[in-house]
Each structure stands twice: as structure tokens, then as C-alpha cells.
């Protein structure tokens, strides 16, 4: 005999919401609550698996019997199950045993909604209070918006957590270690954002977290939910936005986890044409299906809300665009209108996008899009996906085969480092030097550079300065600030150690103020994505591998006019046409010596000439350091 009592959450409004794919906080509604009912305690459960027969719960307050607690089939056709429990109390674990129409196969499954689990590779939901947690963070939630905004400095430094630092023992350190070690780290680094690789809960660590089980629960491996509010609540408290990854393209087929939930293809696409992937073997959702574009939608938010997260970076958005991605002639079908792109797909990415936009103030949503597909970062209004910003995966492929090249071979490649500036106000780009680019044998960015050990530095240097310099927000990878020289492992800790070394340091020490510089120079991040600011000075200068430009800001006293050196070779007397009279005076060199660099620049003010260059009416005469980019201001008469 079933001891559920009967219990439900849900208005017929929330029905008819779910059903449109309309409903996006189901994180209410869903998984485990405890509540007390008529003076009762207990907790409620309730579970979307319209093709079951039947629904246990099972877990700690049974001994895991799938005949004491069978849930309560709602009257409606939504295929929601639901039922309170009152043996159930926080802490103890569970799952859905379901036995489906479906030849009667029998599945236990976690709770799809639960906000904690079991410790991999254990699997079990355990019941657990996400809101028994006191928020310190007021202060950065009252002034995010304007520390969000598209027109701040966006300095984003890309973590995984299970492999940043390790403890003495060769353990993770958990989020509560990491309040203090990581969140004092990034602060001492000036920068303004930090990105967590995906943190929901994960069962196979060679994923990344890229394979997610619990969408709305942080992995276990380092703590409680608690524990990890904590950490975002050090970061807010310290002026950090926190931004996650978040991953709704594709999920893992472990036999607990959404793929078959209730018998059938649930969750997933039942074509494998558009429900498989056959790059990450794993399942693809089902765009089509309301009830799953609620689920997601949901997700999205819940971590917004519950978490006080302040922005989501969207993975594989290419992979959920095309029909075609990653599918050879024969793999994959048109569409109704006989294109590549995946419609529902896309139209999802709109219904996304425009939810979090009008539930929340100052997030943004970020787009890895690896392709030219238009209007990812207009408007949904417009037409556009609705993104807040996009991974500038050209620029970071042009870049990175240019720095590849030795410098006297760049003058035949200036097309290269320049291109990206011809599309650069086409979206709100943001320039990644991410994870990917140091993995499964593209080895790490000190060892792409060419040349000697001063070589490397100096060109890995250069490649930081442009990009800082370079519209649009910026992001490193974890190791990238002290030239981390062995590609990323993810079983172990970045290589501290190499602090031990001058150029490593030199490194460090240079990423600290390219940040506090990019923090405190407006030109660098006002009108980021606006053809307004920038402006060439000279591109084609090829012989020598240098270019010149302006960047713009609100207030035109704070221009700032940059210079970057491809070459070894020091430029002397070298002359840039300049709009303005008066002098210039350097305001950052990535030569320092203090980085590692040769000392050379430009000590004193620079008086500017009448003399015409560049197509401009006045110039003036500079040294430019070897594998180098400075910048200077000028300053009126």
C-alpha cells in the first residue's frame, strides 16, 4: 500500500504554461520540497514521465522499496507524478523508480530537478534546502547593472575548478577554500569577471562538467549548495561578476541520468539525425518538445535567481543552429524550407535569451558561436538570437596562426592579425583565449610562440597587449597570466612552481597591470562594441610588422593611441600620423623590465609636428620596443 498523500504544486495555469514550453521557473514546482503538511513534515516529490505506469520514490526512508511510496498520476494528461511523503526529511537520498508502458521496462532515474547529490561516482538525488542560505551580496546585486554593462571592462578569467590549485594531499579544493584562495587570486589579478567551467553536477571527469546529470544542482566534488553560494557571495562581495557555463546542447546518456527518462525518448530528440551527436557521442534535447524548452529555460533562470549568478556562457551554439554540424551528406535532413539551420533550435535560443533579459538586470548571456551565422548579438526584436555578447573565434584562430609564425616571416601575414577588424562591430564580440586552445595537443600558448626562451615571452606578451588593446571584452584561460608551459591536464593542478622563475613571474606581474590598465583607461571598454571606437592609424605598414590605432571612448581627452611591434627589431624615430597637436606621452609598455622585457620606450613626452602622415595632419616620432605594443595619450598644449 502506497503511504503518499496526495499533494500537488501546481495550479492548472502552471499546467498550460508547461505544456506551451511557457513556464520558467518549473525549479519551484518540480524535484523535492520539503513542506509541512497538516503539521506534518514531509517532502513533496514530483516528476514529468508521461509514458510511466507507475512512479515509486525510493530512497533512504524506505530502505530503497519500490512498492511503499508510488506517486499520484495527475488527472490532466500533463504526465506530471507527485505525492508528499512524510518519512522524508533533508539529507537522505533518492530516485525515481518508473516503470513504463514501454514493455514494461523499469528505470531508476535522479530527480531532474534535484538540487544535490551524491558525490561522483555515486549517483543518488539527495533531498536538500537551497534556501537556507543568508546572501551577503546586496551591495554588487544593487550596483551590478552598471558594473554589467556593455560599455564596462570586461576582464574574464576562465576557471576550472577541480584543477586550478589542488591541497597538499593532491586533493580539490572546495568551494569554501576556494572563497578565499581563488576569489583573493582573481581580485590580486585585476579582473573583473571570473567564468566557472560547468559546475552543475557531472558524473565523468574527463568531461570538464561539459556532460551534465544535474542541471540544477553544483557538483558535490567540492561542497554543499550552501558552500557554493558562499563562493559567489566572496566573489560579489569583491567587486567579481561571476559568469557560468552553461550547457544546453547536449547531454550524457548515463543510464541514470534524462536520456530514455520514462521509457521513451523524453527529454531527447527520438531522429537521431537531430537527437544524437556524434562528436561527444551523447544526446541531443528535444527543441520541439514545450515541456523540454521549459525545462531549460527554467534552468537558465534558476541559476540567475537562486545563485545570484551574473551571466551564462551558452556552449556549442553552432552544434544546435545546424542540422549539418558535424554530419556528413545523408546525416542530417532540411529543413521545412529546405535549409541547414535548425529552427526550433534557434527559436529556443530566442525564448532564452528574451526570458532571462526580462526577468533579470544586469546579466548577460554569451554565445560560443563558431560560425558567420548573423544577428547573434541583435535583438530578439531585430531578429537576432538575442545574445549579450560572442566568442570572436576568428579572431583567436587569426591570431593564433599569426603569433605561430617567426617574426621574419609576419610581413607576408599582416592580413592576418588585421582581419578581425573588419568584421569586429558585426557582433558584441568577446576575444577568448580559452580551455580549447590548450588541449589534446594544440600545447599551451608560451610553447605556440616561436623563437628563443626571450622570444616566447616577449611574443606571448604582445599577443595579450593586442588583445586587451583589440575591441570587444577579453577572456584567459587559467595558467595563461604566468605562462603555464605544459598544456592543460585536468587530473592535476596548474604548475605553481613556475612562479619560482623570472620570466613566469615577469608574466604574472604583467597580466596584473594589462588588467588594471585595461580597468582604468575608458577608451579600452566604453564603446567596445562600437565602430565609434576605434580607429586605424596605419595597417599596411608590412615591411616592418607594425600596426597603429586609435581607441575611442566617451570623452575624446581620454583617447589613447596604440602601437604594436610584430618584430624583434626596435623601431627607432618611427613615425604615426596623429589629429591633434600637443605631445604624447607613454602610458603602458609591455617591455618593462619588470615583465621581463628589455627596458626600452619612450621615457619623456613626445612633442607632436606639423608634419602630415598616416593621411592625418600632424605626427609625431617614437621608439617602439622589440615584440612590444605601447600606448600613449595625448596630452593639449
Avoid at 55 to 60: F, K
Avoid at 105 to 121: C, G, I, N
Avoid at 316 to 324: K, N, R
Amino acid at each position: 500500500m502506497s503511504q503518499v498523500r496526495a499533494h500537488s504544486l501546481f495550479s492548472d495555469f502552471d499546467i498550460s504554461l508547461f505544456k506551451a514550453g511557457k513556464h520558467f521557473k518549473l525549479y519551484e514546482k518540480f524535484g523535492a520540497h520539503s513542506m509541512q503538511l497538516q503539521e506534518e513534515e514531509g517532502v513533496y516529490f514530483s516528476v514529468w514521465a508521461p509514458s510511466a505506469k507507475s512512479v515509486a520514490v525510493i530512497g533512504d526512508f524506505n530502505f530503497w522499496d519500490g512498492t511503499e511510496h508510488l506517486l499520484n498520476v495527475r488527472w490532466d494528461s500533463s504526465g506530471i507524478w507527485e505525492g508528499f511523503i512524510p518519512l522524508a526529511k533533508k539529507g537522505m537520498r533518492y530516485k525515481f523508480k518508473i516503470t513504463s508502458t514501454q514493455n514494461n521496462l523499469v528505470t531508476e532515474k535522479v530527480d531532474p530537478y534535484a538540487h544535490y547529490f551524491e558525490r561522483s561516482p555515486k549517483t543518488a538525488s539527495i533531498i536538500w534546502d537551497i534556501k537556507d542560505y543568508t546572501w551577503k551580496d546586496k551591495n554588487w546585486m544593487g550596483y551590478r547593472k552598471d558594473k554589467n554593462d556593455l560599455d564596462k571592462p570586461y576582464s574574464v578569467y576562465e576557471v576550472q575548478l577541480g584543477s586550478w590549485r589542488k591541497n597538499a594531499e593532491g586533493e580539490f579544493l572546495s568551494y569554501r577554500e576556494l572563497a578565499v584562495d581563488l576569489v583573493n587570486y582573481v581580485k590580486e589579478m585585476n579582473f573583473t569577471h571570473v567564468e566557472l567551467m560547468p559546475i552543475m553536477e557531472y558524473p565523468y571527469d574527463p568531461s570538464w562538467g561539459y556532460q551534465l546529470i544535474g542541471y540544477f544542482a553544483p557538483t558535490s566534488r567540492f561542497g554543499s549548495p550552501q558552500d557554493f553560494m558562499f563562493l559567489i557571495d566572496a566573489f560579489h562581495q569583491n567587486d567579481i561578476g561571476v559568469i557560468l557555463d552553461w550547457v544546453p546542447a547536449h547531454f550524457p546518456s548515463d543510464q541514470h541520468g534524462l536520456g530514455l527518462f520514462d521509457g521513451t525518448h523524453l527529454y531527447e530528440h527520438p531522429d537521431t539525425k537531430k537527437g544524437y551527436h556524434p562528436d561527444w557521442k551523447s544526446l541531443i534535447f528535444n527543441y520541439e518538445r514545450n515541456e523540454v524548452r521549459s525545462f531549460l529555460i527554467s534552468n537558465a533562470l534558476f541559476w540567475l535567481d537562486y545563485y545570484h549568478i551574473d551571466g551564462l556562457r551558452v556552449d556549442a551554439v553552432a552544434s544546435m543552429i545546424y542540422l549539418d554540424y558535424s554530419r556528413e551528406e545523408g546525416e542530417w535532413e532540411p529543413n521545412i524550407y529546405g535549409g541547414n539551420q535548425n529552427l526550433e533550435a534557434i527559436s529556443f535560443l530566442k525564448d532564452f535569451n528574451t526570458a532571462v533579459y526580462e526577468n533579470f538586470q544586469g546579466v548577460q548571456t554569451i554565445a560560443e558561436e563558431s560560425t558567420a551565422f548573423p544577428g547573434v548579438t541583435k535583438s530578439v526584436a531585430q531578429g537576432g538570437l538575442g545574445f549579450g555578447m560572442k566568442w570572436m573565434m576568428g579572431w583567436m584562430h587569426d591570431s593564433l596562426a599569426y603569433f605561430s609564425n617567426d617574426p621574419i616571416h609576419r610581413k607576408y601575414h599582416q592580413n592576418e592579425i588585421t582581419f578581425s577588424l573588419a568584421y569586429a562591430f558585426t557582433e558584441n564580440f568577446m576575444l577568448p583565449l580559452s580551455h580549447d586552445e590548450v588541449v589534446h595537443g594544440k600545447k599551451s600558448l608560451l610553447s605556440k610562440q616561436p623563437g628563443d626562451e626571450w622570444q616566447r615571452f616577449s611574443n606571448l606578451r604582445t599577443l595579450y597587449a593586442f588583445m586587451f588593446m583589440h575591441p570587444g571584452a577579453k577572456l584567459l584561460f587559467m595558467g595563461a597570466e604566468f605562462a603555464q608551459y605544459e598544456e592543460w591536464n585536468f587530473e592535476k593542478s596548474l604548475d605553481w612552481n613556475l612562479l619560482e622563475f623570472l620570466p613566469h613571474k615577469g608574466m604574472l606581474n604583467f597580466v596584473k597591470d594589462l588588467n588594471l590598465f585595461f580597468k582604468e583607461t575608458p577608451a579600452l571598454y566604453e564603446k567596445a562594441f562600437s565602430v565609434e571606437g576605434f580607429e586605424w592609424i596605419a595597417y599596411d605598414d608590412t615591411e616592418n610588422s607594425v600596426i597603429s590605432f586609435l581607441r575611442k571612448g566617451h570623452d575624446a581627452k581620454n583617447d589613447v593611441i596604440v602601437v604594436c611591434n610584430f618584430t624583434p627589431t626596435v623601431k627607432e624615430n618611427y613615425k604615426i600620423g596623429l589629429n591633434n597637436t600637443g605631445q604624447i606621452e607613454e602610458i603602458f609598455n609591455s617591455d618593462l623590465q619588470s615583465y621581463g622585457g628589455s627596458g626600452i620606450g619612450n621615457l619623456e613626452s613626445i612633442l607632436i609636428s606639423h608634419e602630415s602622415w598616416n593621411q592625418r595632419e600632424f605626427s609625431a616620432n617614437i621608439i617602439i620596443p622589440p615584440l612590444a605594443v605601447i600606448v600613449f595619450q595625448v596630452k593639449s598644449e
